[in-house]
């Protein structure tokens, strides 16, 4: 069975540090994998998606996400944080051989110091 | 591209009420799903349907709800009667049940039910 897990309810960083948002992730099969950013009053926008090709994979707004079989995690990151960057992140697995249905975290919800 | 449309953004409605939310996915995606979010319970995956036909509705919450999808380009849900908890905002998304597919979220309908 797919599931999905984020391991931060909440995460606090300084404005221009480092961002690391964590997610572990249970699939039988290969899975895809998605991280999806909420702003406040917004619906989910796609980050980032690793469908079996590059491991390491680039998103918009300086995003990127390591897939890493061997430790079942898909931790999303960003070197260098923004006032914008503020917002409710989703980690979600999806796997083809189960129907195209897609397991959401719980969210993680970042905030910038400034 | 236009994205999924939902409408409409915003409804205030007086307990008792009919309400009906409106979906229209992106053109060419054959699967099409209905969330709820809610700070309480998160982010709750109600119905989706494949090629206009309702494949899991396990997470509606009672008879209350219904939806329907008469062609591959309008969905609906409709809530009879509606009643204050189920204040949320409601998505409608929609993906290409294809190799590599994503989901693709509406803006949102921010119920509230008074």
């Known amino acids: 069975a797919q599931s999905v897990t984020q391991l931060d309810s909440h995460v606090s960083v300084s404005e221009g540090t480092p961002v690391l948002l964590r997610c572990n992730y249970s699939?039988?099969?290969?899975?895809?994998l998605f991280w999806y950013v909420q702003h406040p009053n917004k619906g989910l926008q796609l980050l980032l998606k690793y469908t079996s090709a590059a491991t390491l994979v680039k998103g918009i707004n300086g995003f990127e996400a390591e897939f890493k079989k061997s430790e079942t995690s898909f931790h999303l990151t960003k070197p260098s944080a923004h006032m914008s960057d503020a917002a409710e992140y989703f980690c979600?697995?999806?796997?083809?051989?189960?129907?195209?249905?897609?397991?959401f975290g719980t969210g993680t919800s970042l905030t910038v110091i400034p | 591209d236009a994205g999924v449309i939902q409408s409409p953004r915003h409804e205030v409605t007086e307990m008792g009420q009919e309400v009906t939310l409106r979906c229209k996915p992106i053109?060419?995606?054959?699967?099409l799903f209905w969330y709820r979010q809610t700070m309480m319970r998160g982010l709750e995956l109600l119905i989706y349907?494949?090629?206009?036909?309702?494949?899991?509705d396990s997470g509606m919450p009672e008879d209350r709800f219904s939806a329907k999808m008469p062609n591959a380009s309008f969905s609906t849900l409709k809530i009879q009667p509606s009643e204050p908890r189920d204040s949320a905002v409601y998505f409608c998304?929609?993906?290409?049940?294809?190799?590599?597919?994503?989901?693709?979220f509406g803006e949102g309908s921010w119920l509230t039910v008074v």
């Open positions: 998304a929609s993906s290409s049940g294809f190799t590599g597919n994503t989901i693709y």
């Open positions: 349907f494949n090629n206009n036909v309702p494949i899991d």
């Open positions: 979600v697995v999806s796997d083809w051989n189960t129907g195209n249905q897609f397991y």
């Open positions: 699939s039988s099969y290969s899975p895809s």
């Open positions: 053109s060419g995606h054959d699967y």
